[in-house]
């Protein structure tokens, strides 16, 4: 029978023997990706504080370093020197005395008085028992729209509208006379117009007493599709009453 050997030297312990370990793997695209995380990337951007030179032991902070730096003084002078005032008087200044005047302030104000226009009074309305009054213009009672120099008038625009309009329709009547010259083009009279519209009614007429003789049940096909035509006919016979007795006017075009 096969199986281990029984021997003394089995019961000394050994030392295991451990398998050297693989080469660690590096990848090739190891550089590419260095260069790619570093590439965009700016300081204190992400994480941590920016990488900066540290200061030297004599450039520490000085006492007023701060401050800002104001100009020289300068002496302020005036922009406008001729408009300035006088000066006030000074104490030891004597005033100029016994000047008189000839003008007559009492004839000179009666003369203004008299030659002057007589204000009028705001007009004003009283809204209440006690004599509350207050101003008729701007409380709305006063008309003002109606009183405007357009009120009534056709606006600007409106004009235009109808300008354009009215040309328009004379283009459109100059070129419907220039066809009508040419032979290509007739005009409908108004009693042709009626034959037709009467025509239209009585076939409508007629078409729809044979639709009201229909039975009511349409259970095959044969009476069906003759329903479904004859109502098509007869939404075609309104359409074309509806677009005649539309427009009174009606021209005829030749081939």
């Keep these: 029978m096969d199986g281990p050997v029984e021997s003394i030297y089995n019961l000394i312990p050994r030392e295991v023997e451990k398998p050297p370990n693989p080469p660690r793997y590096n990848s090739k695209f190891k550089s590419t990706v260095k260069d790619e995380l570093k590439y965009n990337r700016s300081p204190n951007k992400t994480m941590g504080p920016a990488k900066v030179a540290v200061p030297t032991p004599t450039s520490f902070l000085k006492k007023r370093s701060k401050e800002p730096v104001l100009p020289e003084k300068t002496v302020f002078e005036y922009s406008g020197e001729v408009s300035r005032r006088p000066p006030v008087p000074r104490h030891d200044d004597k005033p100029l005395l016994g000047i008189r005047t000839n003008k007559n302030f009492i004839n000179t104000n ?146």
């Design 110 to 255: 009666a003369v203004e008085n008299i030659m002057s226009v007589t204000k009028k009074p705001l007009p004003k309305y009283v809204d209440t028992r006690c004599g509350d009054n207050n101003l008729l213009e701007p409380s709305g009672l006063v008309p003002k729209y109606t009183n405007k120099p357009d009120y009534g008038q056709m606006p600007e625009y409106l004009k235009k509208r109808n300008a354009e309009v009215k040309r328009a329709q004379e283009e459109y009547d100059q070129y419907i006379r220039d066809r009508m010259k040419q032979g290509a083009m007739q005009q409908l009279s108004g009693a042709e117009r009626d034959d037709i519209i009467n025509g239209l009614k009585k076939n409508w007429e007629e078409l729809h007493h044979q639709y009201q003789g229909l039975s009511v049940v349409t259970d095959t096909a044969p009476k069906k599709n003759r329903k479904e035509r004859m109502e098509a006919e007869m939404k075609q016979l309104e359409r074309d009453i509806e677009l005649i007795e539309k427009h009174r006017v009606i021209y005829i075009a030749h081939n």
